[in-house]
């Protein structure tokens, strides 16, 4: 602890000279930087940005619904939802949520 103070002590009495020749080292990049950037961004972010798009969305098939098994211990309703018929949750979608007695369709 003794150290760490004393350490600060000799960086706020060496004065405002210090500080500015630290500021400087690191801003010496050039006026063509953001250039290098946005190539990189367009030439390599973007590429990348699209083609997982397609393996994700277009590259995949429709997976079919696995069958119905009616498990005791799952869709157990004690009350009912506060919304619709009070059967189905807020983010129901049919093709692949289950209700008590099964699919939908």
Not at 30 to 44: A, C, L, Q, Y
């Amino acid at each position: 602890m003794a150290g760490l103070v004393r350490n600060c002590g000799k960086l706020l009495s060496q004065g405002s000279s210090n500080v500015l020749a630290v500021r400087s080292m690191s801003g010496g990049h050039g006026d063509g930087g953001w250039k290098m950037w946005r190539n990189i961004f367009v030439m390599g972010a973007i590429p990348v940005i699209v083609l997982g798009h397609v393996n994700a969305f277009g590259m995949g098939e429709e997976h079919e619904r696995p069958e119905f098994v009616p498990y005791e211990h799952l869709r157990i309703r004690t009350k009912r939802f506060p919304w619709g018929d009070g059967n189905r949750s807020f983010i129901h979608n049919p093709h692949v949520n289950a209700l008590p007695g099964g699919y939908e369709e």
